[in-house]
C-alpha cells in the first residue's frame, strides 16, 4: 500500500530550520513511495484553544481544514523545533484542537486514529531538538498515535542546509534517508 503522509512543521517562523528539514524529509518519502503533503507553514495558526471559545463558536475554520487533511492521511510527518527542552506552543496547540470532535458523532480523537508518524527536528543546539521529540511522542502515543521507534534530530542546523534547503551533510542525508525509507515501509504496513 502506498501510504499517504501529512507533513507539518511545529513552527511558523520565516526561515524556520525545521520546515527546511520538513521539505527535505517529505522528498525523500516520496523517493520512498509515499505520497506527501506539506502543510503550508502558517497552517498551524489557530487561536489559543479555550473550550468556551469552542462551545460559543464550534471548531475554528482553520482548524477544521487541518482536521480534514488529517483524516484523509494514513500518517504524520512531524518537524518540530525545541522550546525550553518541550515542542513549541503552536504545535501543542494545534494538536489539542484537532482532537476534538467536529460533530456529536464524531468517534473520539478522529484526527489521530489509526495514524503513524515519523518525528524528527532541527536546531542550532548540539541536542538538536531532541528533548522535544522524546516529549512530542509521549503526547502522541497518549492519543493512539503509532509512532515510529526511530527518531532523528538535526544539532548544528544552521549549517546543516545549502542555499536551497538541501542537506550539506553526507551522513546526515544518509541517516535520514535510512530513518524516511524505514518509516515509508512502516506506514505502509500499518496504514
Not at 30 to 36: D, H, I, K
Not at 74 to 97: C, F, H, Q, R, V
Amino acid at each position: 500500500m502506498t501510504p499517504k503522509l501529512l507533513a507539518l512543521a511545529g513552527s511558523s517562523r520565516d526561515g524556520s530550520l525545521n520546515f527546511t528539514l520538513l521539505k527535505a524529509v517529505a522528498e525523500m518519502a516520496r523517493t520512498a513511495g509515499a505520497e506527501v503533503t506539506v502543510v503550508d507553514q502558517s497552517a498551524l495558526e489557530f487561536p489559543l484553544f479555550n473550550q468556551d471559545l469552542e462551545a460559543r463558536d464550534g471548531l475554528p475554520p482553520e482548524v477544521k481544514e487541518l482536521k480534514a487533511l488529517m483524516l484523509a492521511h494514513d500518517g504524520l510527518i512531524i518537524a518540530s523545533p525545541e522550546y525550553n527542552s518541550s515542542i513549541t506552543p503552536l504545535l501543542k496547540n494545534a494538536i489539542d484542537w484537532c482532537s476534538r470532535p467536529s460533530s456529536d458523532d464524531e468517534e473520539s480523537m478522529a484526527a489521530y486514529r489509526d495514524k503513524t508518524a515519523l518525528l524528527v527536528s532541527a536546531s542550532p543546539g548540539g541536542f538538536g531538538g531532541m528533548r522535544a521529540l522524546n516529549h512530542l511522542r509521549d503526547i502522541l502515543l497518549n492519543i493512539r498515535v503509532a509512532v515510529y521507534p526511530k527518531m532523528h534530530s538535526v544539532g548544528d542546523a544552521y549549517s546543516a542546509f545549502g542555499q536551497n534547503g538541501e542537506i550539506t551533510d553526507h551522513e546526515t542525508q544518509r541517516r535520514l534517508v535510512s530513518l524516511v525509507t524505514g518509516y515509508v515501509e512502516f506506514a505502509g504496513k500499518l496504514g
